[in-house]
């Protein structure tokens, strides 16, 4: 009996003696339409990201906008000592840590929480309807919510004149207690963005085989034992490397939403890096301080990331790379 050998065709033929930039032309020519569809992200991380890192050399120098990149004396590590000199960079760095692990502590953990309750309800119907809403306030910007938070926390806005008819409480100086400062922004992003936070973890669990819930319940295990040793082992592995990621971001809280709840009464426990940097290098024309700060902001974010990934992979989980 004579055997036959199946001609398995590759995606494109490639010749033992064609050169490696001519399989790479020839791979760019095969997937022309999906490079096509990358490029306007790859232009924009160039434009916007990659670039303007060639302005980071200020750092180093004494910048003046009147001698340029070049002709601006080379001084060194002079800006990143004057960091850890100036109280109030150090009193900025412990606001934003603050603020930073307020939010990882906080609104982190009730993006999963909203994901599990929406994962458990059944009406498909009520259940897109619920995923809608809590979309909503993602779309909203920051001008349009904090325009909100006026309304209802200043001194004559919703919330004070029911605490004072209801309770005859003296108003609250909800705006400019330093005090009350991190708790409203908090409270903001976890309103903003915990639903949209949903996506990703609602995106894990649809992978779940429903048959592990099927052999759950016949073992006699509630909804709760289900979620606990089937749900949320299932998106460990993605809340993790969400975790790694917002660890890089630590030391950026948002600059749109802490500058616009800024106010002198509450400038001290609420000045961030990213308005830091801009009362710094914009309004003082402070350009190599300021990119010093925001230099020393990213390595940090950087050194985090790596710290994170490596402890991630020791406890033998599946870290960001």
């Given at each position: 009996m004579e055997l036959k050998t199946l001609n398995v065709e590759e995606p494109f033929p490639i010749s033992p003696k064609e050169s490696k930039w001519s399989r790479i032309v020839k791979r760019i020519v095969k997937d022309k339409y999906l490079i096509l569809l990358l490029l306007p992200g790859i232009l924009y991380f160039l434009i916007y990201r990659v670039v303007p890192m060639v302005g980071i050399?200020?750092?180093?120098?004494?910048?003046?906008?009147?001698?340029?990149?070049?002709?601006?004396?080379?001084?060194?590590?002079?800006?990143?000592?004057?960091?850890?000199?100036?109280?109030?960079?150090?009193?900025?760095?412990?606001?934003?840590?603050?603020?930073?692990?307020?939010?990882?502590?906080?609104?982190?953990?009730?993006?999963?929480?909203?994901?599990?309750?929406?994962?458990?309800?059944?009406?498909?119907?009520?259940?897109?309807?619920?995923?809608?809403?809590?979309?909503?306030?993602?779309?909203?910007?920051?001008?349009?919510?904090?325009?909100?938070?006026?309304?209802?926390?200043?001194?004559?806005?919703?919330?004070?004149?029911?605490?004072?008819?209801?309770?005859?409480?003296?108003?609250?100086?909800?705006?400019?207690?330093?005090?009350?400062?991190?708790?409203?922004?908090?409270?903001?992003?976890?309103?903003?963005?915990?639903?949209?936070?949903?996506?990703?973890?609602?995106?894990?669990?649809?992978?779940?085989?429903?048959?592990?819930?099927?052999?759950?319940?016949?073992?006699?295990?509630?909804?709760?034992?289900?979620?606990?040793?089937?749900?949320?082992?299932?998106?460990?592995?993605?809340?993790?490397?969400?975790?790694?990621?917002?660890l890089g971001n630590v030391m950026e809280t948002g600059f749109e939403q802490i500058f616009l709840m800024l106010n002198p009464f509450n400038m001290e426990s609420g000045n961030v890096l990213d308005t830091f940097v801009y009362f710094k290098g914009i309004q003082q024309a402070n350009y190599s301080f300021a990119t010093a700060v925001g230099l020393f902001k990213g390595l940090v974010g950087l050194v985090l990331v790596f710290v994170a990934n490596r402890l991630a992979k020791k406890f033998g989980e599946e870290g960001l790379y």
């Open positions: 050399v200020i750092a180093f120098k004494d910048y003046s906008a009147f001698r340029g990149f070049v002709d601006s004396p080379w001084v060194g590590l002079k800006y990143f000592k004057l960091i850890f000199q100036d109280t109030e960079v150090l009193r900025v760095i412990w606001n934003t840590l603050q603020i930073s692990f307020l939010q990882i502590f906080f609104a982190f953990p009730i993006s999963i929480v909203l994901a599990l309750m929406i994962n458990e309800v059944r009406n498909q119907f009520f259940k897109r309807v619920v995923q809608s809403i809590v979309y909503l306030p993602h779309f909203l910007s920051w001008v349009v919510v904090i325009g909100i938070t006026v309304i209802f926390l200043r001194s004559e806005g919703l919330l004070n004149t029911f605490l004072v008819h209801a309770f005859g409480m003296n108003p609250i100086d909800f705006l400019t207690d330093p005090n009350l400062f991190k708790p409203i922004v908090i409270l903001q992003v976890i309103w903003k963005e915990s639903g949209w936070g949903t996506i990703i973890f609602l995106a894990a669990l649809a992978g779940v085989d429903p048959a592990l819930y099927e052999a759950a319940a016949m073992d006699g295990a509630n909804r709760w034992r289900q979620i606990w040793h089937i749900t949320l082992p299932a998106i460990k592995s993605t809340i993790i490397i969400l975790l790694i990621l917002r």
